[in-house]
């Protein structure tokens, strides 16, 4: 028969996992309506500036920038993957992690070296286990996303790039969808490519911009600005995305919880009726013999 002390203990500890789970599920709710904003307030801003970059770079003609030049003789990958500092969100960061070495796989044949710059401890921990020597770089998000540990991240990246010790960086992170959908994604950060823009329309278009003082100053502030803007975006994306997946998770754990604490709340009480219904007959059977 089971022990009513020990269904009632577990219980009991059920019943605090579920507060606990419900607790973070409206903290990840709260947070992921101040990402959700963060993002798509970002998200048109990024989007213009790829596209004013391209009208720039249109009318720049002869002017370029280091950032936008394919390297001819392309030997090293970097790979920034982002995920999250803290856990308990579904599949969220081993999905970025399977991308990462998805990118791995397709890119080993076409690059001599590939390293990896991780931002954030979820992918962090388990990509140093893997691919400890392949690792340049290593930083937890610290909370959320600020534009500067973007900007810090992508200026040290762009050095790199101009200085020939890199020939490509690929951004690999989580895109916000919705908030039950996050999608891994893979990305080129650099070299830098804007839109192209469809047909004859686009080139006339920008030829008709007056570039003061010159194209390529306007280039040299407006390039490496888009870089860190890429960057400071799929943060963003990402830190909502984290909160959308922890806020499911959390959901569907507290759903399975009521359902356990009805399972042993059933359990508990066919024992406690099997232990009367046993005293019962105990009693009867000892009148029954004193007669």
């Not at 951004?171 to 994604?185: R, Y």
């Amino acid at each position: 028969m089971p022990n009513l002390k020990a269904i009632k203990r577990r219980i009991g500890s059920v019943q605090s996992t579920q507060k606990i789970t419900s607790a973070m599920k409206m903290v990840a709710a709260a947070k992921l309506r101040r990402a959700q904003e963060a993002i798509e307030n970002a998200r048109p801003y990024a989007v213009r500036m790829r596209s004013t970059l391209e009208e720039v770079s249109k009318g720049a003609l002869e002017e370029t920038h280091p950032l936008l030049e394919v390297h001819e003789d392309r030997k090293v990958l970097e790979i920034v993957a982002i995920t999250s500092d803290r856990g308990l969100a579904g599949a969220f960061n081993s999905a970025v992690v399977k991308k990462v070495e998805a990118v791995i796989a397709e890119k080993e044949g076409e690059f001599a070296t590939i390293g990896l710059t991780l931002l954030g401890k979820k992918g962090g921990d388990s990509l140093v286990r893997h691919r400890e020597s392949q690792i340049t770089h290593r930083s937890p998000i610290n909370g959320d996303v600020t534009y500067q540990q973007a900007a810090d991240v992508a200026r040290e990246l762009a050095r790199r790039y101009e200085a020939g010790e890199l020939d490509e960086v690929i951004l690999v992170f989580s895109e916000f969808v919705s908030t039950m959908t996050q999608t891994p994604m893979a990305s080129q950060l650099l070299p830098f490519t804007p839109p192209e823009v469809d047909g004859e329309s686009g080139a006339d278009d920008a030829s008709a911009y007056e570039i003061e003082p010159d194209p390529e100053a306007l280039l040299a502030a407006l390039v490496p600005k888009a870089v860190e803007i890429e960057l400071f975006r799929a943060l963003l994306e990402n830190q909502a995305g984290e909160h959308a997946a922890r806020m499911t998770a959390m959901e569907a754990a507290t759903k399975n919880t009521e359902e356990l604490i009805e399972n042993l709340t059933l359990v508990y009480n066919r024992a406690r009726q099997a232990a009367i219904t046993g005293e019962l007959v105990e009693i009867v059977t000892g009148a029954q013999a004193l007669e």
